[in-house]
T-cell receptor, first 112, second 116 residues
Framework: DQQVKQNSPSLSVQEGRISILNCDYT??????FLWYKKYPAEGPTFLIS?????DKNEDGRFTVFLNKSAKHLSLHIVPSQPGDSAVYFC???????????FGKGTRLSVIA | DAGVIQSPRHEVTEMGQEVTLRCKPI?????LFWYRQTMMRGLELLIY????????DSGMPEDRFSAKMPNASFSTLKIQPSEPRDSAVYFC??????????????FGNGTRLTVT
């Protein structure tokens, strides 16, 4: 039973446009959410995070939005660049001292 | 900071053979995690350690899988005997704390295992 779901396996976006990656979760006890980015032949690297007490966190071209009532978060990349082409993993942390739970990932392709 | 170091980067072995994957976490990190990435399941947590002690191994698929952390700077994941369905990329990750709240999880570059 997947607690963190990324329902789009892949997404293609033109360079300069907005990329929106979506993530849904089922566990209402999750209180901290992260996005990781993964290039081929490398491990995932931390990109941006958001606490459940916020609904938006911005870092340069990357913004994460959290809608707790819908148990949904999204990652916006504006403007998208070819170097953003990677697999993006959504992750969540439950209450207490528990490890992160990851989604299956979404492969983003930014086309020049 | 050398990051999390995994070896080997690639492993090709025949069904039935023993496979040992190795990991050196970031110095000072007290939590270590083993993940497996497949197309079907994405990133699955297999087992994690806190202060060298295994905390939760419920993600280990079968008794053929075992993991050890003899000291703070080294961990192994062993598969014996290996099967073709074990083919995947195995990641080791470390952080300063299990929940990664104040210290994001740092991943190694993974070991791509192919069992023929």
């Amino acid at each position: 039973d997947q607690q963190v779901k990324q329902n789009s396996p892949s997404l293609s976006v033109q360079e300069g446009r907005i990329s929106i990656l979506n993530c849904d979760y089922t566990n209402s006890m999750f209180d901290y959410f992260l996005w990781y980015k993964k290039y081929p032949a490398e491990g995932p690297t931390f990109l941006i995070s958001i606490s459940s007490i916020k609904d938006k966190n911005e870092d340069g071209r990357f913004t994460v939005f959290l809608n707790k009532s819908a148990k949904h978060l999204s990652l916006h990349i504006v403007p998208s660049q070819p170097g953003d082409s990677a697999v993006y993993f959504c992750a969540a942390r439950g209450s207490g001292n528990t490890p992160l739970v990851f989604g299956k990932g979404t492969r983003l392709s930014v086309i020049a | 900071d050398a990051g999390v170091i995994q070896s080997p980067r690639h492993e090709v072995t025949e069904m039935g053979q023993e496979v040992t994957l190795r990991c050196k976490p970031i110095s000072g990190h007290n939590s270590l995690f083993w993940y497996r990435q497949t197309m079907m399941r994405g990133l699955e947590l297999l087992i994690y350690f806190n202060n060298n002690v295994p905390i939760d191994d419920s993600g280990m698929p079968e008794d053929r899988f075992s993991a050890k952390m003899p000291n703070a700077s080294f961990s192994t994941l062993k598969i014996q005997p290996s099967e073709p369905r074990d083919s995947a990329v195995y990641f080791c990750a470390s952080s300063a704390g299990v929940s990664s709240y104040n210290s994001p999880l740092h991943f190694g570059n993974g070991t791509r295992l192919t069992v023929t």
